[in-house]
């Protein structure tokens, strides 16, 4: 994805709200209660399946996960919209913050938090 890409589904979902005239419930607090219960939505298609099945959902469950992808895509775009964020910088940034955090030589193969380490 590219920024024009994301600059233009983030017009799409502007007009989108707008024509429906839902910009009035698009506060930053309404964005990201719907953000929050959507990627919970997204996590109980996962709830009950194995690890190596997580891996390969059948094509119904692949259907559902990528509805719920899609409502957490749009919640996020539109939040960002909303508040002047540009999504790209601030993923770029968090990679280079992690960079530091969870220096290769000692988080590889490990799952603890950075403030872990010795």
């Given at each position: 994805m590219t920024s024009a890409s994301l600059?233009?589904?983030?017009?799409?979902?502007?007009e989108f709200a707008h024509e429906r005239?839902?910009?009035?419930?698009?506060?930053?607090?309404?964005?990201?209660?719907?953000?929050?219960a959507e990627a919970g939505e997204l996590a109980a298609e996962f709830q009950w399946m194995t690890e190596t099945h997580?891996?390969?959902?059948?094509?119904?469950?692949?259907?559902?996960?990528?509805?719920e992808m899609g409502d957490v895509?749009?919640?996020?775009?539109r939040l960002a919209d909303?508040?002047?964020?540009?999504?790209f910088a601030e993923a770029h940034a968090k990679i280079d913050l992690n960079t530091h955090?969870?220096?290769a030589d000692k988080s590889r193969g490990s799952s603890k938090k950075y403030t872990e380490y010795t």
């Open positions: 600059q233009n589904l983030s017009q799409r979902l502007r005239d839902w910009d009035q419930f698009h506060s930053p607090k309404n964005l990201a209660m719907a953000l929050v997580s891996t390969t959902p059948d094509p119904e469950q692949i259907k559902r996960i990528r509805a895509m749009n919640y996020l775009v909303k508040l002047d964020v540009d999504l955090r969870y220096p």
